[in-house]
């Protein structure tokens, strides 16, 4: 009786999974903001770390940058993506906004971070050139970083840094609607 009551079970289970993925299978999927969405995430994190790179100081500037970056790849990301219905380079835009969201903030924070041997120097007399120094070591940093190769784990002098990961479309090689078919981060890399 056990055995027959579980076999019904299953059965109704089967058939309802079945019409559901029937249902879902023939549902249209949509851009809607997906686009604009990513593209502005996107373009926030472009907005905040490219003057950490740069080494850029003033506060209002991690403020603003990001404000208009994102500002710019929404409106970029709704006239290109979403309204011409490309669902495909949508949902890579979307993706690709949220999985670089943890690098690009790990990133600016390390090349923003607190250096203790400023703590050692002497203060720069009204003409010193401190600003060109940190500037210099803030390039020192990324330079290493990116001769550690594109990975988000990169190891390199025998240190283990956390950036932001390499990232690359794949293009598609088929006559499909969408002209990207993936895409690729790279997760570790190093100099051994």
Do not use: H
């Not at 593209?39 to 740069?54: D, K, Q, S, Y």
């Not at 050692?120 to 990116?146: E, I, M």
């Amino acid at each position: 009786m056990r055995f027959r009551l579980c076999a019904v079970a299953l059965v109704i289970l089967g058939l309802s999974g079945s019409a559901s993925l029937a249902q879902a299978q023939n549902s249209k999927v949509e851009a809607n903001f997906k686009g604009a969405i990513g593209l502005g995430l996107v373009g926030a994190e472009l907005g905040a770390v490219i003057p950490a790179l740069v080494g850029v100081e003033a506060t209002w500037a991690y403020i603003a940058f990001p404000v208009v970056g994102a500002a710019g790849g929404g409106i970029a990301g709704y006239f290109l993506l979403d309204k011409a219905d490309n669902v495909g380079l949508s949902v890579v835009a979307l993706t690709a906004g949220m999985a670089l969201i943890l690098p690009a903030l790990i990133a600016t924070l390390q090349l923003t971070s607190y250096d203790d041997d400023d703590q050692n120097q002497p203060a720069p007399g009204p003409f010193a050139a401190a600003p060109a120094k940190r500037r210099a070591t803030a390039l020192q940093r990324a330079r290493r970083q990116l001769a550690a190769g594109p990975g988000m784990l990169r190891v390199s002098e025998g240190r283990l840094a956390l950036a932001a990961p390499g990232f690359e479309l794949i293009p598609s090689l088929q006559g499909t609607r969408s002209p990207v078919s993936g895409m690729s981060l790279a997760l570790m890399s190093g100099q051994f």
